[in-house]
């Protein structure tokens, strides 16, 4: 059974930094796309970051870009996202995503096949 766990969410003040984490199970981490979704209340879930198999390419969300930083550790069945400069509108439940059968990194919700729970992030201003 593939679980995908994530942590490290929280509250903090606008400007400061989190970093979320992801441990992957039941499947072949290292084969997997890894991907950062949120929402937001009241809004869809959107892409903010991809990750390839081995970590050589990543995408991101125009919103994020330059913010924010996906990273893996295979060795560990690992995903990371570094959060820095938090904004009031990145308040949203955030989400690990892994995608089977690809090679190349996507944004695209509908191409990752399992889901993680979620870990809530709350940006006060």
């Known amino acids: 059974q593939v679980q995908l766990v994530e942590s490290g969410g929280g509250l903090v003040q606008a400007g400061g930094s989190l970093r979320l984490s992801c441990a992957g199970s039941?499947?072949?981490?290292?084969?997997?796309?890894m991907g950062w979704f949120r929402q937001a209340p009241g809004k869809e879930r959107e892409a903010v970051a991809a990750?390839?198999?081995?970590?050589?390419?990543?995408d991101y969300a125009d919103s994020v870009q330059g913010r924010f930083t996906i990273s893996r550790d295979n060795a560990k069945n690992t995903v990371y996202l570094q959060i820095n400069s938090l904004k009031p509108e990145d308040t949203a439940i955030y989400y690990c995503?892994?995608?089977?059968?690809?090679?190349?990194?996507?944004?695209?919700?509908?191409?990752?096949?399992?889901w993680g729970q979620g870990t809530q992030v709350t940006v006060s201003s």
């Open positions: 990750i390839n198999r081995s970590g050589s390419s990543t």
């Open positions: 039941g499947l072949t981490f290292s084969r997997s796309i």
């Open positions: 995503a892994a995608a089977q059968g690809l090679y190349i990194v996507t944004l695209r919700r509908g191409s990752y096949d399992y």
